[in-house]
């Protein structure tokens, strides 16, 4: 069986190459070729391909916007990941379910390899993205780890308040406590996290899972 193709990428080199390979190989079929992520999608929806192949890196609709689209309108399509994006990105996609991951340094052999993978239900992620999410993942857990450790529970709890948007005044009632202590527990809280202000606290606080 033909395997019906949409290809996005927003780099046209990449995606010429993409196109040539695949029209050169008689189990695949290029529906559509397209640079970014609302084009992405609409060609899903116009087509029904079996698989998208797509960068993360697309504009007007990123890459993970797109896989989300992709689920909430209940589409059939298989997304592949192929792409240099961040490892931060490669494990919100796998995170959104997808099954078929690429680096763009493998060679394009490797990712119909995959694409064949995906189409017949099983799944390919790219050992070396494998490797490189798992050692970001036991770093992150080991960062919270230290964070945890680092605060006091009742300077924990401030810092949650104030990832949450409460100000100080409402912390301090709520913990029956004077404004001031609860401003000095948020001093403490900055010095030990290195955060500088309330914006880069909360930022720190959702990347390391403490809200």
Known sequence: MCIDLVLADPHPLMLDGLAHMFQDLPDF???????HGDAALQAVQQHHPHVL????SLTRRSGLDLLQALQSCGSHTLPVVFTGASIGEVMQAIDLGVRGLVSKEKSKQELALCIQAVFEGGQWLDPDLSIKTMSLLLAQKKKNAQASHLLTPRELMVARMVTEGWPNKKIATKLFISEGTAKLHLHHVYQKLSCPGRMSLQRLMQEQGLT
Not at 29 to 35: F, L, M, R, T, Y
Not at 53 to 56: E, K
């Open 29 to 35: 079929s290029v529906k559509s070729c397209v640079h």
């Open 53 to 56: 192949v797509m960068d993360l």
